[in-house]
């Protein structure tokens, strides 16, 4: 039986020096702020890590340093990658070191023109780590593989003998609420959109993914509370502030504004690398005034 991951779990940005080189240390502050704040796991290396701009050694040595250091929480590895073999030499390596799931994104430049194909695929790489849960993570806009998540399980739930559920990054909210209600409610289904996060919710999710649980998990766990507790006016309010707080991060740039914000709570994550484009010292200020100015540093992770 497969334990089932739930709560908040953050996607950490991947710590780099100036040079671009990774910062292996950082890791170790970023897994105590999330222990700290009540976050149940990361998910590394995905599209907030940068993963597909890390080579295949630097995302081993980043899994290592993560599970070494966070036995408190739950470790998932991507392993999502163009080619199969560096797919499947990652999920083996996630399993030797003892991480508790791994998942991988579609093939995102030769892509599969039928959901029989991306199975095949995800069957590949799961097969290198039979020991480990395995979730397809589902992010269309970045891997440009689209197709109904429903059909995914139905057809890879009989091939892939350690699938365990998806990471769904997508706003088709029926597609989501099928998945869940699939077989009984079978698999885990994490939702990873932060900014409709009680959505999934009322509609059943348990389990989120999400890169603003870096630094706001406390904003999200409010959200929760409230529903659990009935209260929807508050949920709806809260969640009017990520809204507003995660249209901020957009505006200049996603992971880079990520990165910066991880600066101003004490944890720096460094540059991004190219080709994504670093922030200036005048877009620093910007943000940090309007994050100032609707009351982020009141609820913000420490």
């Known amino acids: 039986m497969q334990k089932r991951l739930t709560g908040l779990i953050a996607a950490p940005y991947t710590a780099m020096y100036g040079d671009g080189s990774i910062n292996l240390e950082m890791i170790d502050k970023q897994a105590e702020s999330?222990?700290?704040?009540?976050?149940?796991?990361?998910?590394?290396?995905?599209?907030?890590?940068?993963?597909?701009?890390?080579?295949?050694?630097?995302?081993?040595?980043?899994?290592?340093?993560?599970?070494?250091?966070?036995?408190?929480?739950?470790?998932?590895?991507?392993?999502?990658?163009?080619?199969?073999?560096?797919?499947?030499?990652?999920?083996?390596?996630?399993?030797?070191?003892?991480?508790?799931?791994?998942?991988?994104?579609?093939?995102?430049?030769?892509?599969?023109?039928?959901?029989?194909?991306?199975?095949?695929?995800?069957?590949?790489?799961?097969?290198?780590?039979?020991?480990?849960?395995?979730y397809?993570?589902?992010?269309?806009?970045?891997?440009?593989?689209?197709?109904?998540?429903?059909?995914?399980?139905?057809?890879?739930?009989?091939?892939?003998?350690?699938?365990?559920?998806?990471?769904?990054?997508?706003?088709?909210?029926?597609?989501?609420?099928?998945?869940?209600?699939?077989d009984d409610g079978s698999f885990n289904i994490l939702f990873g959109k932060d900014e409709i996060l009680l959505s999934a919710i009322v509609l059943g999710a348990k389990g989120a993914v999400g890169s603003t649980y870096n630094f706001a998990s406390p904003l999200y766990h409010l959200i929760m509370t409230a529903y659990q507790a009935n209260d929807m006016e508050t949920a709806q309010s809260e969640q009017t502030r990520s809204v507003d707080m995660v249209a901020v991060l957009l505006r200049y740039g996603g992971i880079a504004s990520g990165k910066t914000v991880m600066k101003m709570i004490g944890i720096d994550c460094g540059p991004v690398r190219l080709p994504l484009r670093n922030l200036t010292e005048e877009q620093y200020e910007e943000i940090h005034t309007e994050l100032d100015r609707m009351g982020f540093f009141g609820y913000c992770s420490i």
Not at 101 to 125: D, H, M, N, Q, T
Request: net charge negative; charged share 20%; aromatic share 8%.
């Open 34 to 134: 999330l222990i700290n704040n009540g976050v149940a796991g990361a998910f590394i290396c995905g599209t907030t890590g940068e993963g597909l701009s890390l080579t295949v050694e630097e995302r081993m040595k980043i899994a290592e340093r993560w599970v070494s250091v966070s036995k408190d929480i739950s470790i998932i590895v991507h392993v999502g990658h163009t080619c199969l073999s560096d797919c499947r030499s990652l999920a083996s390596h996630a399993q030797k070191i003892g991480a508790d799931a791994i998942a991988a994104i579609g093939p995102c430049y030769y892509k599969p023109e039928r959901v029989e194909e991306l199975v095949s695929f995800c069957a590949g790489i799961a097969a290198s780590a039979p020991e480990l849960p395995f």
């Open 136 to 182: 397809y993570y589902h992010i269309p806009i970045f891997s440009g593989v689209n197709f109904p998540m429903l059909d995914f399980l139905k057809i890879s739930r009989d091939r892939i003998p350690n699938l365990a559920g998806i990471k769904f990054s997508h706003d088709n909210l029926m597609d989501f609420c099928k998945c869940l209600l699939l």
